[in-house]
């Protein structure tokens, strides 16, 4: 029997080993070097001024919200088809996530329609590259900066991607990334928000840690050598050294994971393009994805995506479902969304399904997750 191929995986070497081990005996494990040495490293690499780390994406959102000024009360445009933390950092803040449509075919939120849902109390625009596709953050900029908003990127899928030669990571005015084991770099858990701006910089850094300042030039007393002082409700968000090495290590290899990632999604393109009961990822013009996720949708009315998904388990191929509409998840609809909000996102939710991606993927293994899934579809189809 041929060993079970998981829709996703991360990939530790011995380097990524030894450089978290010199960690452990060094003399630092949290807040030390290693921090900031990830921090000017991911900069870099998205050609942004600062990069700040926090213990996970979701912190990085619920930071960036902050730094952006949203309260109780206030507003966050996204798309329903996202991890249920873009929306989630909204309520910790207690604004309202509202949920705007992907565009038809897309699998990323139709700029056309968002200027109907701002009103006076939308603070923030978070569009979301999934799957690793780049959203249309140019157009979504201008509309932002013609409302006085701010547009704060999800790009937990799209580390390394990048549109019309500019990455992911300095196109808004924040960018949230992902290290959780699935993505494209991991520190076991972890985050960072991206910026060019250094007040939102300052911010992001208080809120990783109590809103709690040191800074000479920023506090509003001072007693002593040893003062610091509490100016906003922030939380323990930081990221350890212990991660950070994990992080630097494995970002070295970042290229490659890359090169690897798209070269699959190349020959799946190639190999499920010519079935006509598959719908194919959308190419983006301009855009090289990252492609975290690689999607297909089922054709036809009524996919067989719950039968298929089954099939391919019993034949040891891993599959996951991205996403079911925010929205939809019982909490929300609790807080009174609608079921059917959004029709395309509707229609995508019932066709698709993840299939496997990750660097670490043999050609033998590309090549019997193409032939079990059109074998299997071509059975559920006839
Ligand atoms: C689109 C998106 N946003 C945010 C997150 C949250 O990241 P984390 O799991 O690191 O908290 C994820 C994680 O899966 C995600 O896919």
């Known amino acids: 029997m041929d060993a079970f191929i998981p829709y996703a995986k991360q990939q530790v070497d011995e380097d990524d080993i030894a450089s978290v081990v010199s960690v452990l005996r060094s003399d630092w494990l949290t807040t030390g070097p290693q921090v900031a040495s990830f921090e000017q490293e991911l900069a870099e690499t998205v050609r942004a001024r600062y990069a700040v780390v926090f213990s996970s994406g979701t912190a990085a959102l619920h930071a960036a919200y902050f730094a952006a000024g949203v309260g109780p009360g206030d507003k966050v445009i996204t798309t329903p088809i996202t991890f249920a933390a873009t929306a989630n950092a909204a309520l910790y803040l207690g604004a309202r996530p509202v949920f705007v449509d992907i565009a038809p075919g897309s699998f990323n939120i139709n700029p056309d329609l968002i200027e109907k849902f701002i009103t006076n109390r939308t603070k923030v625009i978070a569009p979301v590259d999934m799957t690793g596709l780049p959203a249309p953050v140019e157009a979504i900029m201008e509309i932002a900066n013609s409302c006085g908003l701010i547009v704060v990127e999800d790009a937990a899928h799209a580390l390394g991607a990048s549109y019309k030669g500019q990455q992911v990571g300095s196109r808004a005015d924040m960018t949230v990334f992902s290290f959780h084991p699935v993505k494209h770099i991991t520190c076991g858990e972890g985050g960072a928000v991206t910026t060019n701006n250094p007040e939102y910089f300052e911010k992001l850094v208080i809120f990783r840690s109590h809103g709690m300042v040191r800074d000479q030039n920023l506090l509003k007393n001072n007693h002593g050598p040893w003062y610091y002082e509490m100016q906003h409700l922030g939380y323990n968000y930081r990221l350890t050294d212990i991660q950070c090495a994990l992080g630097l290590s494995q970002l070295k290899k970042l290229k490659q994971f890359l090169a690897r990632r798209r070269e699959i999604a190349a020959r799946y393109n190639e190999a499920f393009a010519v079935c006509p009961y598959l719908i194919t990822p959308p190419a983006a013009s301009g855009a090289e994805p990252a492609w975290h996720l690689y999607v297909l949708r089922l054709a036809g009315d009524n996919p067989p995506r719950r039968e298929l998904a089954e099939r391919l388990h019993e034949r040891g191929i891993g599959t996951q479902v991205h996403y079911l509409p925010v ?50 579809v071509d059975i559920l189809y006839k």
Do not use: F, K, S
Not at 368 to 374: P, S, W
């Open 327 to 376: 929205y939809r998840h019982p909490y929300y609809q609790d807080l009174g969304y609608p079921a059917g909000l959004c029709p395309n996102a509707e229609d995508y939710y019932q066709r698709a399904i993840t299939i496997p991606l990750y660097p670490a993927m043999e050609d033998t293994d590309v090549e019997r997750v193409i032939a079990v899934v059109l074998e299997e």
